[in-house]
């Protein structure tokens, strides 16, 4: 194998690994500053606590607040998988739908549909990026494409599965920039950073066992809770324009339209030139 080949064998498998590890390599460094000072606290002898039945109780309520809100954010990234998905099924219908009609209207402007719908990738990325809504804005450049459907006779029943389809692509469009934009309990997210940080600062002044041993409980309680920490943030705007992690909602279904749409066009193009009719894809 050349220098190249084992080069690309290294670094391919190297980066996913990082992708999917980011979160927690992220959180070490934190980690390791939290244990630094709970050993320069116990070299000081300023660990006048002992452990008692607070110490349980604090661990066990911010558990508990942790888990209710991981399994509510938990919800919303699920239904955010979906909502990917729905978008590009409901634009490929929409294509499949005109394109159809195209064939029995040749006045129908087909380029203009597949155009717009090509549009709406770089536009959903826009809007992850600036918090606009340019996208639905372009979804509603359908409408144009509607009246003229209803000038040229299309039957009102094709026009209207087309603004049902129209419809549920803004919907899904809506819910996720909500979900993208709102957090979920903020108030509950304000409460377990303060049991976190309580719960540091009452383990850095606690005297368990050792010095070391006490250094190694803390540091495993505190990547627990600030890795779960930062969990939650990244589920609770699971969209990025650029994915830089594993977790982080896939648009590959949303960015293939762009190229799906210019392909089958410039295929009924090569079609019609060729005298050979239009396939309906």
Known sequence: MSRLGRLVDVVGPRSEAW??????????????????????????????????????SVVAGALFIVGL????????????????TEITAA????????????????????????DTLADVPH???DDLV????????????????FLQ????GVSTTYINRLKQEQAAVIRSLLRAGYIQRIAFLPSA??????????????????????????????????????????????LDAPFRAERVGLDDISLFQIDAIHDRMHERLDRDARAEHEGEPTANP
């Open 149 to 152: 459907m209803e000038r040229i």
């Open 189 to 234: 997210y304000t409460l377990v950073e303060t049991i976190v940080v309580l719960l540091v600062i009452l383990l850095l002044f606690t005297k368990v066992e050792s010095r070391t041993t006490d250094a190694v409980i803390l540091g495993v309680i505190s990547l627990v809770f600030l890795y779960i920490l930062r969990l939650l943030r990244l």
């Open 91 to 114: 634009m490929e219908n929409i294509y499949r739908e005109a394109s159809y009609l195209a064939a029995l209207h040749p006045e129908l402007d087909l380029v203009r549909i597949a």
């Open 130 to 145: 600036h918090g606009t809504q340019h996208t639905i804005a372009t979804v509603e450049r359908l409408t144009e494409d």
């Open 19 to 56: 992708r999917r590890r980011r979160l927690l390599l992220t959180t070490i460094p934190a980690v390791l500053a939290i244990v630094a000072v709970k050993l320069a606290v116990g070299q000081l002898g300023w660990e006048f606590l002992k452990v008692s039945p607070l110490h349980t």
């Open 123 to 125: 536009t959903f990325r």
């Open 69 to 84: 809100l991981l399994a509510g954010t938990v919800s919303d990234y699920k239904e955010s998988e979906r909502l990917a």
